[in-house]
T-cell receptor
Framework: DQQVKQNSPSLSVQEGRISILNCDYT??????FLWYKKYPAEGPTFLIS?????DKNEDGRFTVFLNKSAKHLSLHIVPSQPGDSAVYFC?????????FGTGTSLTVIP | GAVVSQHPSRVICKSGTSVKIECRSL??????MFWYRQFPKQSLMLMAT?????????EQGVEKDKFLINHASLTLSTLTVASAHPEDSSFYICSVGGGRYGYTFGSGTRLTVV
């Protein structure tokens, strides 16, 4: 049972534009959520997190939005840069359990 | 995507004992599995790539004799933390897949060494 879903396997965005990566979840008991970025042959790198009691967290070009009623999480990258091209994972955490989405491959076109 | 089961979800052990963590791919024949270590709200550190029927490939700085990996079948990889010490306390996560089918992660194992 996939508790965290990233329904878009890939996304292409022009450099300078906004990238929006989406994530849906089913368990309303998650404590917090994270976004990771992964380059080939490396482990996922932590990007940004958000507590379940917040609805927005911003860090530089990265903003995460949490819509609890819709059980939806999104990561906005603005402006997008070619170096942002990577696979992005969302993850949800409750207790000792991590639940990851399957990833969205972002390509930023120069 | 694949379904991955990781067990146990939590383990507390005494210093000096060994702990085995299992990662099972329930519906996907995984010739390769990945083992990560994570500290709270930090990046997942790739420890090693587990290869079915052959030796694991370890990342630089990861002790092969401390973190023993066995990938004996297409559905099971195990990570054994040998002679665990308190500094080994961490969260360990496995994953399978990649490429067009995406990645699937296990739910993780929290190891506490006392």
């Amino acid at each position: 049972d996939q508790q965290v879903k990233q329904n878009s396997p890939s996304l292409s965005v022009q450099e300078g534009r906004i990238s929006i990566l989406n994530c849906d979840y089913t368990n309303s008991m998650f404590d917090y959520f994270l976004w990771y970025k992964k380059y080939p042959a490396e482990g996922p790198t932590f990007l940004i997190s958000i507590s379940s009691i917040k609805d927005k967290n911003e860090d530089g070009r990265f903003t995460v939005f949490l819509n609890k009623s819709a059980k939806h999480l999104s990561l906005h990258i603005v402006p997008s840069q070619p170096g942002d091209s990577a696979v992005y994972f969302c993850a949800a955490v409750t207790g000792n359990q991590f639940y990851f989405g399957t990833g969205t491959s972002l390509t930023v076109i120069p | 995507g694949a379904v991955v089961s990781q067990h146990p979800s939590r383990v507390i052990c005494k210093s000096g004992t060994s702990v085995k963590i299992e990662c099972r791919s329930l519906d996907f024949q995984a010739t390769t599995m990945f083992w990560y270590r994570q500290f709270p709200k930090q990046s997942l550190m790739l420890m090693a790539t587990s290869n079915e029927g052959s030796k694991a490939t370890y990342e630089q700085g990861v002790e092969k004799d401390k973190f023993l990996i066995n990938h004996a079948s297409l559905t099971l990889s195990t990570l054994t933390v040998a002679s665990a010490h308190p500094e080994d306390s961490s969260f360990y996560i496995c994953s399978v897949g990649g490429g067009r089918y995406g990645y699937t992660f296990g739910s993780g194992t929290r190891l506490t060494v006392v």
